[in-house]
């Protein structure tokens, strides 16, 4: 079955660092991939999405992610963190070749940061 | 432009009592639409999915259901809530397989 591991469950990071989030996948066919952020009681907004092509994708509000198939990995990261992506990110993995997407979301990782 | 609408934005509602969601889309035609519910501490969990009216599919058993009455209308139903419902409840829609899902901005359902 298709899984979506987030193994970390809080980050603090300080503004100005730089931050990844981790996120690995078990799937049985080639995937396709997002990440997803939610700030507080809000719906999610997608930052990225990978299907083929570069392994590296690039995001809004700064954002990119690197698909490592040899890892079953899709690694979230950005160079300098800001107070405002304070959020909780969630990594998710869909299969590439249906009519409709049936995403398999990870747990979640909530981002905090400090001054 | 496309737009997603959820409402009630919170509800709280009795053990027992009955429950209706709804959530509509606009600026699209026959989008495939779904229900999440996303308890405190976990991830998003899909509850119902259509790709059509009247086509339903559910994921999970439980006491909910969907139905799609119109094109771009997505209820969720429930005839008696549990304890267990308590959630924050997500629609979304895309269309085709290879877009992103858009997600509106949720319903607080918290059952007493």
């Known amino acids: 079955a298709q899984s979506v591991t987030q193994p970390d469950i809080h980050i603090t990071v300080s503004e100005g660092a730089s931050l990844e989030l981790r996120c690995n996948y078990s799937?049985?066919?080639?995937?396709?991939l997002f990440w997803y952020v939610q700030s507080p009681g809000q719906g999610l907004q997608l930052l990225l999405k990978?299907?083929?092509?570069?392994?590296l994708v690039q995001g809004i509000k700064g954002f990119e992610a690197e698909f490592k198939r040899s890892q079953s990995s899709f690694n979230l990261r950005k160079p300098s963190v800001h107070w405002s992506d304070a959020a909780e990110y969630f990594c998710?993995?869909?299969?590439?070749?249906?009519?409709?997407?049936?995403?398999?979301f990870g747990t979640g990782t909530r981002l905090l940061v400090s001054p | 432009s496309q737009t997603i609408h959820q409402w009630p934005a919170t509800l709280v509602q009795p053990v027992g009592s009955p429950l209706s969601l709804e959530c509509t889309v606009e600026?699209?035609?026959?989008?495939?639409l779904y229900w999440y519910r996303q308890a405190a501490g976990r991830g998003l969990q899909l509850l119902f999915y259509?790709?059509?009216?009247?086509?339903i599919s559910s994921e999970v058993p439980q006491n909910l259901s969907a139905s799609r009455p119109q094109d771009r209308q997505f209820i969720l139903s429930s005839k008696k809530l549990l304890l267990s419902d308590s959630g924050f409840y997500l629609c979304?829609?895309?269309?085709?397989?290879?877009?992103?899902?858009?997600f509106g901005p949720g319903t607080r359902l918290t059952v007493t």
């Open positions: 979304a829609w895309s269309v085709g397989g290879r877009d992103e899902q858009y």
């Open positions: 799937y049985g066919a080639t995937p396709y």
């Open positions: 990978y299907f083929s092509g570069d392994t």
């Open positions: 998710a993995v869909g299969p590439l070749n249906t009519g409709f997407q049936k995403l398999v």
């Open positions: 600026g699209t035609s026959n989008p495939n």
């Open positions: 259509s790709v059509g009216i009247g086509q």
